[in-house]
Each structure stands twice: as C-alpha cells, then as structure tokens.
Nanobody, 127 residues
Framework: QVQLVESGGQLVQPGGSLRLSCAASGLTFSNYAMGWFRQAPGKEREFVAAIRWSGHITYYADSVKGRFTISRDDAKNTVYLQMNSLKPEDTAVYYC????????????????????WGQGTQVTVSS
C-alpha cells in the first residue's frame, strides 16, 4: 500500500532554516504530483507548496513564496521542502500528500485533489 513518511521537523529559532523530507513507497512516484500542507492548532489545513509529476513546475502559497522551496528526487522517491527565514507563524504540523498526474495550479493547490497523506511532522518556530 501507499506510504508517505515525513521527517525533519523540529524546534527552530525565528530566521532559521529546516529541510523536511517525505519518503514515498507503494506507488510509481514519478506519476504523482507532490504537495506540502500544514495545519496549525485551531486552524484548517492549508496549502504550502506543490510540484508537478513531470517538468518539476512548482507552486507556492503567497505566505511562503521566496522563503520555501519544494523539490523532488524521483530516483529516491522523495520530496523535500526547504524552509528558510522561518517565522513563528510557520509553526504547524507539516504533511506531504500525493496527487496522480496533477498538473495545474488549481489542481495542485486543492486539498481535496490529493489521494494519500503522510502522518505529519511538527515544525515549531520559537525563540
């Protein structure tokens, strides 16, 4: 079965950096767009970033544009989220998710379009 396992979350000071990883198994990884979402306490899960299944085109939420970078390594079945200039408002549980053949921004930014989800990794930005 499909499994997504996130890692890399931890406590970091404001202005710091983290790299999250999401390792996928049980699927043909190169056929899937990958997305990162986050959920802060008391808030709904929101889109953060996504990368197409082909061409490696990326999309970002306005709140993270210029600070976060999503990338993928199809040989390792892994997607990454490099997070720089972290702010306290970035504190959340971060989830990765898959979407088969996702292409357009409308598809990739829609939480309901994603098929499989990881268990999440906690990122806390605090001094």
């Amino acid at each position: 079965q499909v499994q997504l396992v996130e890692s890399g979350g931890q406590l970091v000071q404001p202005g710091g950096s983290l790299r999250l990883s999401c390792a996928a198994s049980g699927l043909t990884f190169s056929n899937y767009a990958m997305g990162w979402f986050r959920q802060a306490p008391g808030k709904e899960r929101e889109f953060v970033a996504a990368i197409r299944w082909s061409g490696h085109i990326t999309y970002y939420a306005d709140s993270v544009k210029g600070r976060f970078t999503i990338s993928r390594d199809d040989a390792k079945n892994t997607v990454y989220l490099q997070m720089n200039s972290l702010k306290p408002e970035d504190t959340a549980v971060y989830y990765c998710a898959t979407q088969k053949f996702g292409i357009t921004s409308g598809q990739l930014m829609s939480i309901t379009r994603y098929d499989y989800w990881g268990q999440g990794t906690q990122v806390t930005v605090s001094s």
